[in-house]
């Protein structure tokens, strides 16, 4: 019975450790999207988007490549404007590179801008906006992210990213398989703690994805699951105790 408890409070503790990662993932992802989307307000565009990608994670010394996807969908030659500003140690300064981009019919090409941690604004964002004009009747585009800066120089971001990303799926996905394998016959508690379990893994899931797609409101919603179910769960085994 003994090794038993012991190797439950195991299994509990690798989950707590992979939800506190999971979680926290979301939520550095969610913040800097958020700050991004308030960065140099002024003309407004008529469609997100879609193509810009960023990292999460930006470090000391490994600089990071934010890149979009420009495509011309017409029948026709034509020419983008790519107008980007990126943060450069404040909220209110920022650099402007601008690019004009000749693109034949259905041809579609990469754009990459190259950040490092010192664009961060008061080192802790890199805010970034780009707008993308031309091309008549594609409509003018607009999209902003934000990427967090970590003082750890010897890892880049992205593999600090892929290390949490890994810690927070393997423990929370692989404690609740190996609880529910060990536990065929649960009753009670147990059985609202699998529930439990298995409601966390799957809001760190779909928040993990939705916002590392940048849709920072669907990742909010995943991180009000996550604290919500949190928070019942630990109120159900505290009055289960008393």
Same mark, same amino acid.
């Given at each position: 019975m003994t090794e038993m408890r012991r190797l439950r409070a195991i299994v509990l503790a690798v989950f707590a450790v992979g939800v506190l990662v999971g979680t926290t993932l979301i939520a550095i992802t969610v913040w800097g999207d958020l700050e991004a989307s308030l960065f140099n307000p002024g003309i407004q565009y008529d469609a997100h988007l879609r193509t810009l990608r960023c990292p999460v994670i930006i470090t000391p010394n490994h600089p990071g490549t934010i890149h979009a996807r420009i495509k011309n969908t017409l029948d026709r030659s034509t020419s983008m404007f790519?107008?980007?500003?990126?943060?450069?140690?404040?909220?209110? !300064?920022?650099?402007?590179?601008?690019?004009?981009?000749?693109?034949?019919?259905?041809?579609?090409?990469?754009?990459?801008?190259? &950040?490092?941690?010192?664009? =961060?604004?008061?080192?802790?964002?890199?805010?970034?906006?780009?707008?993308?004009?031309?091309?008549?009747?594609?409509? =003018?585009?607009? =999209?902003?992210?934000?990427?967090?800066?970590?003082?750890?120089?010897? !890892?880049?971001?992205? !593999?600090?990213?892929?290390?949490? !990303?890994? &810690?927070?799926?393997?423990?929370?996905?692989? =404690?609740?398989v190996f609880w529910i394998r060990r536990n065929p016959g649960m009753l009670g508690t147990e059985v609202q703690l699998a529930r439990a379990m298995v409601w966390l893994c799957g809001a760190i899931v779909v928040g993990i994805v939705v916002s590392f797609l940048g849709w920072w409101v669907l990742g909010i919603l995943a991180l009000v699951v996550v604290l919500m179910t949190i928070g019942v769960t630990i109120g159900y085994l505290a009055s289960r105790a008393s």
């Amino acid at each position: 019975m003994t090794e038993m408890r012991r190797l439950r409070a195991i299994v509990l503790a690798v989950f707590a450790v992979g939800v506190l990662v999971g979680t926290t993932l979301i939520a550095i992802t969610v913040w800097g999207d958020l700050e991004a989307s308030l960065f140099n307000p002024g003309i407004q565009y008529d469609a997100h988007l879609r193509t810009l990608r960023c990292p999460v994670i930006i470090t000391p010394n490994h600089p990071g490549t934010i890149h979009a996807r420009i495509k011309n969908t017409l029948d026709r030659s034509t020419s983008m404007f790519l107008r980007a500003r990126i943060s450069e140690g404040y909220v209110t !300064l920022f650099r402007e590179e601008k690019l004009q981009l000749p693109l034949e019919p259905g041809e579609a090409q990469r754009v990459d801008w190259t &950040i490092n941690a010192d664009d =961060a604004a008061y080192d802790r964002l890199v805010l970034f906006k780009v707008g993308v004009t031309g091309g008549y009747p594609i409509p =003018a585009r607009q =999209a902003t992210c934000g990427v967090v800066r970590i003082g750890i120089p010897f !890892l880049s971001g992205g !593999l600090i990213y892929v290390i949490a !990303l890994v &810690i927070g799926l393997a423990g929370s996905i692989g =404690a609740t398989v190996f609880w529910i394998r060990r536990n065929p016959g649960m009753l009670g508690t147990e059985v609202q703690l699998a529930r439990a379990m298995v409601w966390l893994c799957g809001a760190i899931v779909v928040g993990i994805v939705v916002s590392f797609l940048g849709w920072w409101v669907l990742g909010i919603l995943a991180l009000v699951v996550v604290l919500m179910t949190i928070g019942v769960t630990i109120g159900y085994l505290a009055s289960r105790a008393s």
